[in-house]
């Protein structure tokens, strides 16, 4: 009776994600009969949801409109939020389901709402970071509360193509500058949320933290949409915030090192770099950086010998590293102060 019950569940899903099914489509996807498809069919119409067949070659099942979910209690807000998380799920083997579940709450929808649901769209860049992991704008403990009203608005502004005047802290400490930008895409990376856009200042594309602008009312004129370079929002945010012009995501200085830890020590702190296990007690890691210093500096991190495979660029800067901590760790003999020029 569970499995009937969870299988019901995933039929009437299935339902309300597209207009119609075949009869063989369902089985195929329920890993049922077409005889157990409709006899699941008749179960849902008994509780009371009205799904109607057509006969023939081109015939199929069909969800009449009006059709629910048992009753769900939340607010406008909490829908949107629903409706963004489902956008933002980045993992491959659950990007299927999450859009079928994003389709499910929009059918039932009403108009008001629905409208906000299709106005806010995201863009997933790069690899969803591990709990605690730090932006590209430095480490943080966790991501801050998003201001829900600040991404409707800013959506409405892509939408619509219209200029925006934004008040930026380009640091946490920072005044606040007044910006004027072109809108073009709301963007996910990692834990936080980025606005892409034109800035008409600085006649080149720049990345906002949401959290950190305010924009300004009424909106500026309409503008005709630009095509970020390579044509991928995508790759072109990611190769930004590794250091690149944004015409590829990949990191500028990528190295391979082994290093005496197992694999399960290592890849919670690889970030997106990638960990073969070598045996018990030592894996290899590829890992990148916006420069070869900063690659070897991180690698320092593993509390662990590690041995470089290359490139030689990478070897040269564990080096240098390796002469300035010498120099650090000896005593520090102050000198005289230098005199003014």
Do not use: N
């Not at 008040?167 to 930008?181: L, S, T």
């Amino acid at each position: 009776m569970q499995k009937t019950s969870s299988r019901l569940l995933t039929l009437l899903s299935l339902l309300q994600a597209r207009r119609e099914w075949s009869g063989a489509d369902l089985a195929e996807r329920l890993e049922v009969t077409v005889r157990t498809v409709r006899r699941d069919v008749d179960r849902l119409r008994a509780l009371g949801y009205p799904v109607a067949a057509a006969k023939g070659p081109a015939g199929g099942y069909r969800l009449e409109p009006g059709s629910h979910l048992p009753p769900l209690l939340f607010d406008d807000e909490q829908v949107i939020a629903l409706a963004v998380a489902l956008q933002t799920t980045a993992h491959r083997a659950l990007a299927e389901d999450a859009g079928r579940a994003l389709a499910t709450i929009r059918h039932v929808l009403p108009p008001r709402l629905r409208q906000r649901v299709d106005a806010l769209h995201v863009t997933v860049a790069g690899p969803p970071g591990p709990p605690g992991s730090a932006g590209p704008s430095g480490p943080e403990t966790s991501a801050p509360a998003e201001d829900l009203e600040v991404l409707t608005v800013l959506s409405a502004a892509i939408q619509r193509h219209e200029e925006l005047r934004l008040d930026y802290a380009p640091h946490r400490d920072a005044a606040p500058q007044r910006r004027r930008v072109q809108p073009h895409h709301i963007v996910a990376w990692r834990t936080r949320w980025y606005l892409l856009a034109w800035d008409l200042d600085r006649d080149d594309w720049r990345i906002f933290r949401t959290d950190r602008l305010t924009p300004r009312a009424p909106t500026g004129p309409r503008f005709a949409p630009r095509q970020v370079p390579g044509h991928d929002v995508s790759t072109f945010v990611a190769g930004r915030f590794r250091g690149s012009d944004g015409t590829g995501a990949a990191w500028p200085c990528q190295g391979e090192v082994v290093i005496d830890l197992p694999a399960t020590k290592v890849a919670p702190y690889a970030d997106d770099g990638t960990v073969e296990p070598l045996g018990p007690a030592r894996c290899r890691l590829v890992a990148g950086s916006w420069s070869w210093t900063a690659l070897a500096a991180g690698l320092g991190r593993f509390d662990a010998d590690l041995h470089v495979v290359g490139p030689p660029a990478l070897r040269r800067a564990c080096a240098t590293l390796a002469r300035r901590y010498a120099g650090a760790a000896a005593p520090y003999a102050e000198g005289p102060a230098d005199e003014p020029a």
